[in-house]
């Protein structure tokens, strides 16, 4: 577990801690950060000395790296977002959607074949699209269904699988009968209490469209952006830390591989545009265990659990992750066994 | 968190990442080349809109100081505009990883913890024959897919000629050693290729090895290492692009 106690070096890094209380005005948020970075560049070569064990430089590559492929994908899905809050009109998309939960999910699903990003961008954006009116229910079929089956990822799973083309369709069926299903029983079981109240629907009077769409812009941005922090945190420490090689042995086991592969996508937390290529390595498992990884991955993982629940609140992430992988798990074991 | 701290926040990550990008290789270290326009276009939104906040936070700060105290109340939540959300703090961590202690690519440690990974290719067709050349210089994924699952046996008596860093083998050896990653460090794979006939150079350090390839007669494996006979390793700097 020492890779865990990076996170101590750092801690002058951390006032958040003790944040900019009302009462505590003396010391604001301002000076904190100033004495942080001061701190925190006298101590580089402390800070840099520590971090020289293999293992930790390790972590620490892979934070950087998780969090760095993330930020241009978590931009995009802000922009997006805030674009939807600041600009596009409530009525619009109450008329592009079918009024009707039963048929609007589906629909809604289907649209997240025409965002070409990976799940961190699809986070922001169902949540500019609650804002905005949308049907929870259908805005959380996009969320799930956007990273798994845009033209991109499809791509990738293709070049990943060559001269398997049945693959892809698997994938793609898999992933939108899970998004479709899950939306639907959000719309059937799901409570409003569970989901948190969207931030932005209290914009402030009187300001400006651009200036609603910079403040939206920032506060959505900083607050995903940070709950991808713990997220990539949690998803280097278990990269770093679960062996590889154990996995082989459970491979053959017949109806546990598909578990155990699903298990791992969680865990590695691999980019959607990225996992068909790490489920194509894992050539010891039979393939519907693969399609889990493919199917799970983008719909269910650390740094995406932890992401859904600064947005939408732990009551509802840890609900919502549950149902999601049980019914991935199921709908990738049912289009393996039929598909491939 | 007031708005000046959250504009410096961004301007900070900005910055960050336009420093590993745009100005410099480093980039290369954590994520796949192909990244590098989307990191430019985020890096240069962020600092702008950063640049833009501070200025409205400057401009509104004459005429909304007593607009702060009445929102302060909401900062608890992280649900006002004014005041940004406390977890945003965490953005330190990624700022302080890239600027301050800039970590190096994934090697040996990475390597050392990873079984090979040759999975069976999916070609129904078959491989298609080397190119010419003596020594025939190959990425180190191909030689051990080519070496592990192409029937045609064309690396026979070839000298070919790889580029990677060193592993030590447990129980005594050593591995000449690329990872290929397909999106960022956090999928990389790792390939590695026995070196036999040549004394183990400093772990980690990079290498190009020319040599033979020495087939074992096993039936293939997913996982199955190939070996080389050296015939000469030459070190060499770490390759632009770490990765394969």
């Known amino acids: 577990m020492a890779e865990q106690n990076t996170l101590t070096p750092e801690h002058p890094a951390e006032p958040g801690a003790e944040p900019d209380r009302p009462t505590g005005r003396r010391l604001g948020s301002l000076e904190l950060l100033v004495a942080g970075m001061v701190l925190l560049l006298a101590g580089r070569r402390w800070?840099?000395?520590?971090?020289?064990?293999?293992?930790?430089?390790?972590?620490?590559t892979v934070f950087v790296a998780i969090c760095v492929q993330a930020i241009p994908f978590l931009v995009l899905?802000?922009?997006l977002s805030a674009a939807i809050t600041a600009l596009v009109p409530a009525s619009f998309l109450e008329r592009a959607l079918p009024k009707r939960a039963v048929l609007a999910?589906?629909?809604?699903?289907?649209?997240g074949a025409?965002?070409?990003?990976c799940e961190c961008a699809s986070v922001p954006v169902a949540d500019g699209l609650i804002a905005r009116g949308v049907a929870p229910a259908a805005a959380l079929a996009f969320l799930l269904s956007a990273p798994a089956i845009n033209p991109v990822v499809l791509t990738a799973t293709a070049v990943a699988f060559p001269g398997r083309p049945q693959m892809v369709l698997a994938r793609f069926a898999a992933s939108l009968v899970t998004a479709v299903v899950?939306?639907?029983?959000?719309?059937?079981?799901?409570?409003?209490?569970?989901?948190?109240?969207?931030?932005?629907?209290?914009?402030?009077?009187?300001?400006?469209?651009?200036?609603?769409?910079?403040?939206?812009?920032?506060?959505?941005?900083l607050h995903a952006a940070g709950f991808l922090v713990i997220g990539g945190i949690t998803a280097a420490t278990l990269n770093v830390l679960v062996p590889r090689q154990l996995l082989g042995g459970l491979a053959h086991l017949p109806g546990v591989s598909v578990l155990v592969l699903a298990l791992l996508a969680v865990v590695l937390a691999v980019c959607s545009e990225a996992d068909a290529f790490v489920a194509a390595s894992l050539s010891a498992f039979p393939l519907p265990a693969r399609l889990a990884f493919m199917v799970v991955g983008p719909m269910v993982d650390v740094k995406l659990v932890a992401m859904q629940a600064g947005t939408f609140g732990w009551p509802f992430a840890w609900r919502f992750s549950t149902v999601t992988f049980t019914v991935a798990v199921l709908a990738a074991t049912l289009a393996g066994w039929w598909l491939l | 968190m007031k708005r000046e701290v959250q504009a410096i926040l961004l301007v900070l990550l900005g910055s960050a990442v336009l420093r590993i990008s745009l100005f410099s290789d480093m980039y290369l270290r954590y994520v796949r080349a192909a990244l590098r326009p989307y990191l430019v276009t985020a890096g240069v939104v962020l600092v702008l809109l950063g640049v833009l906040g501070a200025v409205a936070a400057l401009r509104g700060a004459r005429h909304q100081d007593h607009q702060d105290h009445q929102d302060s109340d909401h900062d608890a939540h992280g649900h006002s505009h004014t005041h940004g959300p406390r977890i945003a703090?965490?953005?330190?961590?990624?700022?302080?990883?890239?600027?301050?202690v800039s970590p190096p690519a994934l090697g040996s440690y990475t390597a050392q913890h990873a079984?090979?990974?040759?999975?069976?290719?999916?070609?129904?067709?078959?491989?298609?024959?080397?190119?010419a050349g003596d020594p025939l210089a190959l990425p180190l994924a191909e030689f051990d897919v080519r070496a592990a699952w192409d029937a045609a046996q064309p690396l026979k008596g070839r000298r070919v000629k790889l580029l990677g860093f060193v592993s030590p083998k447990s129980g005594g050896g050593w591995y000449v050693t690329r990872l290929v990653i397909s999106c960022c460090a956090a999928d990389a794979m790792t390939y590695k290729v026995e070196i036999r006939g040549a004394?183990?150079?400093?772990?980690?350090?990079?290498?190009?090895?020319?040599?033979?390839?020495?087939?074992?007669?096993?039936?293939?494996?997913?996982?199955?290492?190939?070996a080389l006979n050296a015939g000469q390793v030459v070190s060499v700097p770490e390759p632009r692009d770490p990765y394969e």
């Not at chain 1, 025409?114 to 990003?117: A, D, I, K, S």
């Not at chain 1, 409570?191 to 920032?218: D, I, K, N, T």
């Open chain 2, 199 to 226: 004394a183990a150079p400093p772990t980690g350090s990079w290498v190009a090895v020319t040599g033979v390839w020495q087939p074992d007669g096993q039936p293939a494996q997913p996982d199955a290492v190939p």
């Open chain 2, 89 to 100: 703090w965490l953005l330190i961590l990624p700022v302080t990883g890239i600027l301050l």
């Open chain 1, 77 to 79: 899905g802000t922009l």
């Open chain 1, 182 to 221: 899950v939306g639907w029983l959000w719309a059937r079981f799901g409570r409003p209490e569970w989901l948190r109240p969207s931030v932005r629907r209290a914009q402030p009077a009187g300001a400006g469209r651009w200036a609603a769409f910079r403040a939206a812009f920032a506060h959505e941005f």
């Open chain 2, 115 to 131: 079984a090979n990974t040759v999975a069976k290719p999916d070609t129904a067709t078959g491989f298609p024959p080397l190119p």
């Open chain 1, 47 to 60: 800070l840099v000395g520590w971090l020289d064990a293999p293992g930790l430089q390790a972590w620490t």
């Open chain 1, 114 to 117: 025409v965002l070409p990003g």
């Open chain 1, 105 to 111: 999910v589906p629909a809604a699903g289907l649209a």
